[in-house]
């Protein structure tokens, strides 16, 4: 691939050496650019290619890193990686020791704020823009958000606060959930820019200056300028906030963002810009089915994303998801409930067949949780499919709403234990800790896919809260069987017999559990719940073996293990007691196995700590 005019970018400030009219070109560049690189390396495609034009013409007007740009989410950046200086580095995109999927501070001074969750950016931009007023600082602050991660709370709640605070702060609203249509053209572009200029802007303050000696006539002023305004932009609930409302705009149009964000970053005070893109702008597969290209793995970018193959074993997700669809057959009260993951959460086949008991409710973890409380004060049977690290969100309505009141809500939680290339803001590192300390919780931690089955229907007939966590991907090929099993709950099994030693596992590092049990000569127990413990299964272990060893795919701190020592307390039981999980600092992006091994959780590593504890 030839790319004349992005060679020469090493950092946005040759972007800003750049005539205007050569940007047209470097976004051809670029999105070509993204569209390579992402098929050799996986990630996030459609986002990236329709930010391409704002994340341009972002650092061509503002003077980047000194201005503070903070991106919602993140999986937008790729754009801004390349053009600040991590080009290079794109081929290691989201490999262990590589570039971050996501703005990391620890990457680059233009990652002004980490993030990977939504809804963020503008309450961290808010404290930017306020800390550079408290300290004299000529700084301007742009958070940019999605028409998806607006829907959350934290974004209004950021809303809310900054429409009353004197901070030089630029919201940028980048909706892509709907095409650009009629109004965003040139009487839009017009209007944008005119509702912009400092001209009118100066009139405005004036105006209101004049008028605030007479209340009652800078009321109707003010109502006669939003009446005015309605007629052409839909921005009252914004104005409403406190801010100045500018578009929607063509957000792929650099001749229509450019003025404009130059008028805005003249301006002082809250502001907001409304453009609009297309989710896999440029790339014609990828406009087809922007969802299928969110987030791929490596793929042809001729050909596109092929279909696999058959035969290839199921994932957990989708266990999950064929058992929702059997089991809202067999019973009319079970609801389905997403915060906006119909598709990792596998509910697409859910949505399709039972649209009315079926719930996106949008990034909104914590209403998808009192929902739930609600929805089971009443007799239904709700189900919340939500990832690991997603469901930490909500935890204050876990706890008083859910399972203060011991309501029948059951968590599907998906990404439970390590998630790969995501990284340290995805990892589902900490729920089996954060989950267990909650009373009337039922926590359990399938070790296949038939026991995920069984695990799923066990937690729905239970008449309280409950969770079934299973991780990222596939499992060891166990089919399920297509029927309502159940297990007993707090009950566990020993599938190995052995002797001295005594492994007991939680989860899907069963299989890692039962090769070391084989190299020890140990005894291995799948435990398959964390809360209600099996207390007479490690009563029976601890007095016939000489050391015990858990493992799971948690944080070591508060996790199954430390439940197993206070199951060995509460008993009166001394044991020597080797606890394995995930340690005590943040496991960063890279390949899910070689993370296991790095951190002494593949059957190598369990054998080679066992080994050590006993010496």
């Not at 490999?95 to 990977?116: A, L, W």
């Not at 609203?173 to 709907?178: F, P």
């Not at 009487?187 to 000696?213: D, H, M, P, Q, W």
């Not at 070591?556 to 509460?570: D, F, K, M, N």
């Amino acid at each position: 691939m030839s790319y004349p005019l992005l060679d020469t970018i090493k950092s946005p400030a040759d972007l800003r050496q750049l005539p205007r009219e050569s940007l047209a070109q470097l976004a051809e560049e670029l999105r070509t650019f993204l569209i390579d690189s992402v098929a050799r390396t996986g990630g996030h495609l459609s986002s990236n290619l329709g930010t391409v034009e704002l994340t341009i013409a972002l650092h061509y007007v503002f003077d980047t890193p000194e201005d503070r740009l903070v991106w919602d989410v993140g999986h937008q950046t790729y754009g801004h990686k390349v053009l600040t200086g991590r080009r290079e580095g794109m081929s290691r995109l989201r490999m262990k020791d590589g570039v971050s999927g996501f703005p990391r501070r620890e990457e680059s001074p233009y990652d002004t704020f980490g993030v990977g969750h939504s809804s963020t950016s503008i309450s961290a931009a808010l404290g930017m823009a306020v800390a550079a007023r408290d300290k004299g600082e000529d700084r301007r602050v742009v958070a940019v958000i999605g028409d998806g991660a607006m829907s959350a709370g934290q974004a209004f709640e950021a809303l809310n606060n900054a429409g009353v605070i004197d901070a030089n702060l630029l919201v940028i609203l980048n909706d892509n959930d709907m095409s650009i249509s009629p109004p965003v053209g040139a009487l839009n572009k017009y209007l944008a820019r005119l509702l912009s200029g400092r001209t009118i802007n100066a009139a405005r303050k004036a105006g209101e200056k004049v008028l605030s000696k007479t209340p009652q006539l800078l009321e109707l002023a003010k109502r006669a300028e939003e009446h005015l305004k309605g007629m052409f932009v839909p921005g009252t609930l914004f104005e409403e906030f406190g801010f100045k409302y500018i578009g929607p705009i063509d957000g792929h149009d650099l001749d229509s963002l450019i003025p404009t964000l130059q008028n805005l970053r003249q301006l002082d005070g809250p502001q907001f810009l409304h453009i609009i893109t297309r989710k896999g702008q440029g790339y014609k597969l990828a406009e087809a089915d922007p969802v299928l290209y969110h987030g791929v793995s490596k793929f042809d970018s001729t050909n596109g994303i092929q279909s696999g193959k058959g035969g290839a074993k199921l994932t957990y997700t989708q266990v999950f998801g064929d058992w929702l669809c059997d089991m809202a057959q067999a019973d009319t009260r079970l609801v389905g409930i997403t915060p906006a993951m119909r598709e990792g959460s596998g509910m697409v086949r859910f949505a399709e067949e039972f649209p009315q008991r079926y719930h996106d409710v949008g990034i909104a973890e914590q209403h998808a949780l009192t929902f739930a409380a609600g929805l089971a004060c009443e007799g239904m049977k709700p189900i919340v499919a939500i990832y690991s690290t997603f469901l930490q969100r909500a935890y204050d309505q876990l706890i008083h709403d859910v399972a203060l009141q011991n309501l029948p809500v059951m968590l599907a939680i998906d990404r439970g234990g390590l998630v790969g290339a995501d990284g340290a803001t995805h990892q589902g590192a900490f729920d089996l800790s954060y989950l267990t300390c909650i009373p009337n919780m039922v926590v359990m931690a399938p070790a296949d896919e038939s026991e995920c089955r069984q695990m799923l229907t066990t937690a729905y007939r239970h008449d309280g809260p409950t969770a079934v966590r299973y991780p990222r991907g596939t499992g060891p090929g166990v089919s399920p069987r297509l029927t309502f099993d159940t297990l007993p709950i707090g009950k566990g099994e020993v599938r190995r017999q052995g002797q001295h030693i005594a492994i007991l596992s939680f989860g899907t590092l069963l299989g890692a559990a039962l090769e070391a049990g084989d190299k020890l000569g140990a005894t291995v127990a799948n435990m398959r719940f964390v809360k209600p413990l099996d207390h007479a299964l490690i009563k029976q272990l601890a007095e016939t073996h000489d050391v015990l060893a858990c493992v799971e795919e948690n944080a070591v701190i508060g996790g199954a293990g430390a439940e197993v020592a206070r199951s060995l307390e509460v008993q009166g039981l001394s044991k020597r007691l080797l606890r394995l999980g995930l340690p005590d600092h943040f496991v960063e992006h890279g390949d899910q196995a070689q993370m296991l091994a790095e951190l002494g959780l593949d059957a190598a590593g369990i054998i080679r700590q066992v080994q050590a504890f006993i010496s």
